[in-house]
């Protein structure tokens, strides 16, 4: 199993441009989540999802948006990117009953 | 919003001594967590407790969930240098039906050899 996964590793915007960072996960998790981690700072949770076509708002969800058209897939998009967005987002899973969330190895993202 | 505090903020110590670090809250949780991450990576789970009182030990690592379930603790032992990293203290709440993590802001520990 290649676990959780998130491409790409590091990506610089532009104020304005969007894109879509990419997490795909092979265990069979319910549960995927979005954080970011901000320098100095814990993790804080943007969207999550509780299974295919259910998702919902975390803690700091505004600037973002999540899509769970498959178990295995959850992408989060960024429509106008700001440097407010600049930060570390890391991709979780967990299975139902189980209480450990998997986390990718993280894209870090830089917003110019 | 819920919030933990997590002291110390970062900890410059000896190769082979004990490091102990807490997490408090004004919120109560029903599971505490705590979490190592290495540099570049995902964290990584280390000790999860689910009773308030219960003391758990993962190798050289304990972890003590507290009796008003407000706050824990995490105590290395004789540290070696595979120890660095930062550590996250992490309290689970339940909404409907999903499970969410509320993250302290980490200790970053430095080994001196």
Known sequence: ?112 | GQQLNQSPQSMFIQEGEDVSMNCTSSSIFNTWLWYKQDPGEGPVLLIALYKAGELTSNGRLTAQFGITRKDSFLNISASIPSDVGIYFCAGRVEVQGAQKLVFGQGTRLTINP
């Open chain 1, 1 to 112: 199993n290649a676990g959780v996964t998130q491409t790409p590793k590091f990506r610089i915007l532009k104020i304005g441009q969007s894109m879509t960072l990419q997490c795909a996960q092979d265990m069979n998790h319910n549960y995927m989540y979005w954080y970011r981690q901000d320098p100095g700072m814990g993790l804080k949770l943007i969207y999550y999802s509780v299974g295919a076509g259910i998702t919902d708002k975390g803690e700091v969800p505004n600037g973002y948006n999540v899509s769970r058209s498959t178990t295995e897939d959850f992408p989060l998009r960024l429509e106008l990117a700001a440097p407010s967005q600049t930060s570390v987002y890391f991709c979780a899973g967990r299975q139902g009953g189980r209480n450990e969330q998997f986390f990718g190895p993280g894209t870090r993202l830089t917003v110019l």
